[in-house]
């Protein structure tokens, strides 16, 4: 069964860009979080979506967003990007919506604001 | 790989020692608990999980502790084996209402042969 899949990999932006990126759940899971990770902060909650619905938000500005296809796959973009938006952006896959211990992790989008 | 926390505490271990691996949380209204698993490049793993009304929950070479008066979660594993070297870190989770979620930053494990 493949795994939670991520793109693009790398990515460098500028300030001021904006930035999609893409994540492909395991097949039949319908719940994909998002999360950002940086050095300083580790491991922060942004959104979960479970059937196209947006189920969880964490306590991110508005210029974060995202959403669900019909396909489960999902896509989070950030507008106006600040030098502070550099992360490891990871989405995770489940089941079921807010079960953290059946999420399934991608490798992650490195993302590079200068 | 992408390289997750670079300035994160270290724990060296000698292989086949064990190892324990320290959290503090922040939230006396967690009611649930997992550790993590991150090796260099990859997304987190899911190790264990523990809820508020245990004090310890044992896996396969691993055994978590609550310990909810000071607020303290360790990670014991025992046998530490090469493959174990990466960083492991904390959630605590608040189940009322909307689901929180709290992360910890993570200690390195490194293994040595």
């Known amino acids: 069964k493949a795994g939670v899949t991520q793109t693009p990999r790398y990515l460098i932006k500028t300030r001021g860009q904006q930035v999609t990126l893409s994540c492909s759940p395991i097949?039949?899971?319908?719940?994909v979080s998002w999360y950002q990770q940086t050095p300083g902060q580790g491991l922060q909650f942004l959104f979960e979506?479970?059937?196209?619905?947006?189920?969880n938000k964490g306590n991110f500005p508005g210029r974060f967003s995202g959403r669900q296809f019909s396909n489960s796959r999902s896509e989070m973009n950030v507008s106006t990007l600040e030098l502070g938006d550099s992360a490891l952006y990871l989405c995770?896959?489940?089941?079921?919506?807010?079960?953290?211990?059946?999420?399934?992790f991608g490798p992650g989008t490195r993302l590079t604001v200068t | 790989g992408e390289s997750v926390g670079l300035h994160l505490p270290t724990l060296s271990v000698q292989e086949g020692d064990n190892s324990i691996i320290n959290c503090a949380y922040s939230?006396?209204?967690?009611?649930?608990f997992i550790w993590y698993k991150q090796e260099s490049g990859k997304g987190p793993q899911f190790i264990i999980d523990?809820?508020?009304?245990?004090d310890k929950r044992q896996g396969q070479r691993v055994t978590v502790l609550l310990n909810k008066t000071v607020k303290h979660l360790s990670l014991q594993i025992a046998a530490t084996q090469p493959g174990d070297s990466a960083v492991y870190f904390c959630?605590?989770?608040?189940?009322?209402?909307?689901?929180?979620?709290?992360f910890g930053t993570g200690t390195r494990l490194k293994v040595l042969a």
């Open positions: 523990i809820r508020s009304n245990m």
């Open positions: 959630a605590e989770i608040i189940s009322s209402g909307t689901y929180k979620y709290i």
């Open positions: 995770a896959s489940s089941l079921i919506s807010g079960k953290l211990y059946e999420q399934y």
């Open positions: 979506y479970f059937s196209e619905t947006q189920r």
């Open positions: 939230n006396s209204a967690s009611d649930y």
């Open positions: 097949s039949g899971h319908r719940s």
